[in-house]
């Protein structure tokens, strides 16, 4: 029997069904967290934080002793954090990331749960559920919840924030006198004034995350709604830009005061001029991509939803572009505002991002949390009333956790033994080279500074230094009395270290991409 919202019974209307969901989507996010850090990223970001772990300072981030000014601190603060709380290694590096990802979920969780969902056809409940599982098992999201880099720790307070205008802007459509205030979902919504404060303080997080671009894209999405919706804003949120701006930088200052007192001028000009402006204005740190990059990087991000995501963008296109007006009923009101917010919130970050000069696939994260609002809109009426589809959309969220999981145990291992030198240098370590200078000949290993901290040879500016032939590893040796090396070469130019006259080698091991050697000076 089909109740007045939608419901028919169906297993998946069950509390006890979504508490074990839950229970499974923390534990997958949680899983297998400790292997080895890979790609360049990982490895410097955590060794930065345990830097400033070491030392005690939370202020001035630092890579091999040398000040390091790329990003902000919060992604170094909840690892630090994590290495108080279990230890300097791999699952404490990625931790925060988990939190960060399980709180972006939470978010739009949140968000789920306070809409009219009853008027999209579903109970507010099941509509809440549902946005978060899809959001939880799409690939975007679970892949750089497991990374410890800052693109899902930008996209957590990005989506705290918008999702807190949002229920303000909507507390205010509902407020009591308005047109739908006889349609006031049962669901209560926070006061406007707390979900207000909400938007600017998770602004001021988000600047803490990233950078400038934590005030841009609130600030440019919530402008764009209003121009989608052709509306005026209201005469509370035009007052709170003044004392909501204040709360931000209040929030962001938690950091960047103490920095720039520290660091001075030096600060401003590398992270704001040189990671900000000409990170985004040039190719200066070689990310160059075409202009459409992001558009088939995003949809893939929403993996396994993609065809909804195709078959709700659809439907979203054509009510932005008709413009028809609302029908009386809240149902038509709703999904309208809930569409087009989503739609802002969509095209600010891929417009932006598109014209940048550099571009990497989690610069457009954050623009996919609007996405699966989408898709679930879509879903929700694809299966709210055919129990065969609710299974359905079900099985392929468990599917997929299934496939993760398996991955995890299967096959990520092997790829991150191939990519990260943890092994290499661990071997090295256990013949009796635990304090052996660490040279790169040929190529840079990135993921050394984790593994191989405070041992790597650097330039002047502290940059890994690369050499080139045995004659520049004998130098080093030289210039260290003698004592014996550890040389990080690709597997194919091994052969000159370990052939060359000038250098008594001896080969430790490899993995896929480099081949780890003990050098010193040959003795005729």
């Known amino acids: 029997m089909k109740s007045d919202n939608g419901e028919d019974g169906h297993w998946t209307n069950s509390r006890t069904f979504w508490v074990i969901a839950a229970v499974v989507i923390v534990a997958v996010y949680l899983f297998g967290l400790t292997i080895p850090l890979i790609g360049p990223d990982e490895p410097r970001y955590a060794q930065v934080a345990r830097e400033m772990f070491e030392r005690g300072d939370w202020v001035t981030p630092t890579l091999g002793g040398y000040d390091w000014f790329e990003k902000p601190a919060l992604l170094y603060w909840l690892q630090i954090a994590s290495y108080n709380i279990f230890g300097v290694s791999e699952f404490a590096a990625r931790f925060g990331s988990a939190l960060f990802g399980l709180g972006t979920i939470a978010s739009l969780w949140v968000l789920g749960r306070n809409v009219a969902a009853d008027k999209i056809g579903n109970s507010a409940d099941y509509f809440g559920n549902l946005l978060a599982l899809i959001s939880a098992s799409s690939i975007g999201i679970i892949v750089f919840s497991r990374g410890a880099s800052f693109d899902i720790i930008l996209t957590f307070p990005i989506t705290a924030s918008l999702v807190s205008f949002y229920l303000f802007d909507r507390a205010e459509t509902r407020s ?66 003044f004392w909501g701006t204040l709360l931000s930088v209040l929030v962001a200052s938690a950091w960047y005061l103490p920095m720039y007192l520290t660091n001075g001028w030096k600060f401003v000009d590398e992270f704001f001029i040189q990671h900000h402006f000409q990170r985004y204005t040039s190719n200066k740190y070689f990310h160059p991509q075409p202009f459409y990059f992001f558009l088939w990087v995003l949809p893939l991000m929403t993996i396994p939803w993609l065809p909804f995501l195709f078959a709700g963008l659809w439907t979203s296109v054509r009510e932005v572009i008709s413009r028809k007006e609302a029908k009386t009923q809240s149902a038509e009101t709703e999904i309208r505002s809930l ?25 457009i994260l954050p623009a996919l949390p609007p996405c699966l609002i989408i898709i679930t809109i879509y879903v929700s009426r694809f299966a709210v009333r055919d129990g065969k589809r609710r299974s359905l959309i079900v099985g392929l969220s468990a599917a997929t956790f299934a496939v993760i999981v398996g991955l995890l145990i299967f096959a990520l291992p092997k790829f991150a033994d191939d990519d990260s030198v943890k092994r290499l ?64 070469v690709p597997n194919e130019w091994a052969h000159q270290t370990l052939e060359s006259p000038l250098l008594a080698a001896e080969f430790i091991t490899k993995n896929g991409e480099h081949s780890i050697i003990a050098a010193s000076e040959h003795q005729p």
């Open 176 to 241: 009591p006198g308005s047109v739908d205030s006889a349609h006031r979902s049962p669901r209560s919504f926070p006061t406007g004034s707390v979900a207000l404060a909400g938007f600017y303080f998770f602004i001021g997080i988000a600047i803490l995350a990233k950078g400038l671009v934590g005030i841009v894209f609130p600030f440019a999405i919530v402008t764009f709604y209003h121009l989608l919706s052709w509306k005026m804003p209201s005469r509370m949120l035009i007052l709170s830009v």
């Open 339 to 363: 569409r087009l917010f989503a739609f802002a919130w969509l095209l600010v970050p891929l417009v932006f991002f598109s014209f940048s000069g550099s571009k990497l696939p989690g610069y």
């Open 425 to 488: 240098i661990s071997e090295a370590d256990a013949r009796g080279f635990r304090n052996a200078e660490v040279l790169s000949q040929h190529a840079i290993s990135h993921n050394a500074e984790f593994y191989a901290a405070g041992r790597l040879l650097r330039s002047p500016d502290g940059k890994q230094m690369r050499l080139y032939t045995p004659a520049e590893i004998l130098d080093e040796i030289r210039r260290r009395g003698g004592e014996t090396v550890l040389v990080l």
